[in-house]
């Protein structure tokens, strides 16, 4: 079991990153897009097509608040909703030129921002940062897992 000290070291340190990434704001990224629509148009951009459904449990979102964020980046012509050809019932989400434009833009100010804070560590500092956030990520996902399939 990891020491109380630790745990509080790293809640620290995860709270500190949610303010200095933005997130605290009511838009993120330098767009006009709250952080659920801008890991909507991230996710969609890197993986493709999605349905509502897939993307809500991607971004473990409530049905009804995904449904509500993507009608908006519909109609704010972000994203498009096309049949499945094989299931005309299945609507997929995807991303429209604008879309594309805006994941562009979301890139390019999420890499400026890394880029700007890697710079000040060393190139083994910045490896160590790449593993221990992705060990970390990964371990935060098992436990809610685990956590879930408990319940």
């Given amino acids: 079991m990891a020491e109380l000290a630790l745990i509080d070291d790293i ?23 709250p952080p659920s629509a801008v890991h909507t148009i991230l996710e969609i951009g890197i993986r493709g097509p999605l349905t509502s459904g897939e993307l809500g449990d991607f971004l473990r979102l409530e049905k009804s608040s995904v449904s509500r964020m993507v009608r908006k980046l519909i109609d704010c012509g972000e994203l498009r909703e096309t049949p499945d050809e094989l299931d005309a019932r299945i ?7 604008k879309g594309r ?4 833009a979301l890139h390019a100010f999420g890499r400026q921002q890394v880029r700007g ?14 593993d221990g956030m992705m060990l970390y990520a990964r371990a935060l996902r098992e436990s809610r897992v685990e956590d879930e399939a408990a319940a």
């Fill in 11 to 33: 809640r620290a340190a995860s709270r500190l990153m949610v303010r200095e990434l933005g997130f605290m704001d009511a838009t993120v990224a330098a767009s006009d897009y």
């Fill in 91 to 97: 609507k997929l989400l995807s991303l429209t030129a």
């Fill in 101 to 104: 434009r805006t994941l562009e």
């Fill in 117 to 130: 804070a890697l710079a000040a560590l060393t190139e083994a500092e910045q490896r160590k940062v790449r």
